[in-house]
Every structure is written in structure tokens, then in C-alpha cells.
Nanobody
Framework: VQLVESGGGLVQAGGSLNLSCAAS???????VTWFRQAPGKEREFVAI????????YYADSVKGRFTISRDNAKNTVSLQMNSLKPEDTAVYYC???????????????WGQGTQVTVSS
């Protein structure tokens, strides 16, 4: 599966962005997960959605501010990010896999990422 992220950009603290992840080649696997990676840091889990049923789970750092959702018809997954903080600055990646793991090394397919920069 090929994954393409979009929607990143530069925003002031308190602002919002909506990221999108599109799949081509085949459909998403059972779970779709967003990770992020800031300079000099390890890639970290942000949010996950189970394609069937739509159950979700979030990292504590984004809970209540970010919302992950899926669009079956468009075969896309979105990450709505509100009340952004400077510490949310990172490259955001989506990935998909058969298990709902929060460990990035267990995923094989990655997009190119989309840069999110939050200014203070």
C-alpha cells in the first residue's frame, strides 16, 4: 500500500490543522495509525483508529485536542488537530497494519510525512 500524507503547515499556537492520509494500491489494513517525529527525537505514537468499527485511542499528550477519523468512501484517514502547541511541531506520518500496536518499528508501510510547525 502506498500512503500519502497532506495538510501540514505553519500555524500559530492555539490554531488548527487537518491532516489527511490517503491509501492507494490497496485499502488500509485493520488499523491506521498516526505517528510524529520531532528533530532529534524518536518517532512517537499519536493516534490510532480501527478501520472496522472506528474505535480510537490517543496519546495522552494529544487527548482532547486531536481527533482521528476515517472516510470509507474516500479511503482516507484524517487527523484533526486543535489547540495546537509548539511542542506539537514535528513531521507527521501515517501508517497501517494488522495489529493495533503503538510501536513504530512494527509497521512496514510509511508515507513521506507532512511537516507541522506551531509557532509560539
Amino acid at each position: 500500500v502506498q500512503l500519502v500524507e497532506s495538510g501540514g503547515g505553519l500555524v500559530q499556537a492555539g490554531g488548527s490543522l487537518n491532516l489527511s492520509c490517503a491509501a492507494s494500491g490497496r485499502t488500509f489494513s485493520s488499523y491506521v495509525t498516526w505517528f510524529r517525529q520531532a528533530p532529534g527525537k524518536e518517532r512517537e505514537f499519536v493516534a490510532i483508529i480501527k478501520w472496522s468499527g472506528g474505535s480510537t485511542y490517543y496519546a495522552d499528550s494529544v487527548k482532547g485536542r486531536f481527533t482521528i477519523s476515517r472516510d470509507n468512501a474516500k479511503n482516507t484517514v484524517s487527523l484533526q488537530m486543535n489547540s495546537l502547541k509548539p511542542e506539537d511541531t514535528a513531521v507527521y506520518y501515517c501508517t497501517t497494519g494488522p495489529s493495533g500496536t503503538y510501536y513504530y518499528r512494527l509497521y512496514d508501510s510509511w508515507g513521506q510525512g507532512t511537516q507541522v510547525t506551531v509557532s509560539s
